[in-house]
């Protein structure tokens, strides 16, 4: 996949599955949101969105880290979560990312004493978010970057309050915002967690 300056073992993971061509918003978001940009990227459902997180947190995290989270990726449901579960196994086989997944039909106590043995990735769904979040079951400490998929359809279900409360307890982190269209709240939403965002529309 032609992107500049991509990790090596991250590119020679997509290669091997099949994945030569990164399409027009793939090319033009890469390096924006590797600087470390906040950015809303608005763009038609089955575009590659999930993709392109999934290959911009292993691009930003690269190997083995802290024990605390570094990325924390909000989802619609468990079926996303195992989604993108699935893409980091594949896109992350050539580095040592440790990724877990916590949604609302998960054991709880069992998903806050996995991640306190050390992850890298979270992902998971609002709901489970904010609940183990108000509990202690994850440190926000080391994130560097905080990321929403499908924003549209998780703020149409009124989780505003619920991302607003966790993303203000991140001292410092990149933002990111996957939306198939823009709307009222998407602007609302940005407007509460993003310090001067790039906007990228197709």
């Not at 195992?82 to 998960?106: A, W």
């Amino acid at each position: 996949m032609k992107l500049k300056k991509i990790n090596n073992n991250l590119q020679e993971a997509l290669v091997e599955l099949g994945f030569t061509e990164a399409n027009e918003m793939q090319v033009e978001t890469f390096s924006t949101i590797k600087s470390g940009a906040d950015c809303l990227i608005i763009s038609p459902k089955g575009s590659g969105k999930s993709t392109s997180i999934v290959i911009n947190v292993i691009q930003q995290l690269v190997c083995e880290g802290e024990e605390s989270p570094r990325a924390l990726i909000i989802v619609e449901d468990k079926e996303k979560v195992m989604e993108m579960q699935k893409l980091f196994e594949q896109f992350g086989s050539k580095t040592n990312l440790r990724v877990y997944g916590v949604h609302d039909k998960g054991d709880l106590e069992y998903d806050k004493n996995y991640i306190s043995t050390g992850i890298d990735v979270l992902i998971g769904t609002p709901n489970r978010l904010s609940n183990m979040f108000s509990t202690a079951g994850y440190n926000v400490n080391r994130l560097k970057m905080f990321v929403i998929d499908d924003a549209d359809t998780i703020l149409k279900l009124r989780h505003d309050t619920k991302i607003v409360r966790i993303s203000n307890s991140i001292i410092k982190t990149q933002r990111l915002i996957f939306s198939d269209y823009f709307s009222e709240r998407i602007d609302a939403i940005v407007e509460k967690i993003m310090v001067e965002p790039f906007h990228f529309e197709y």
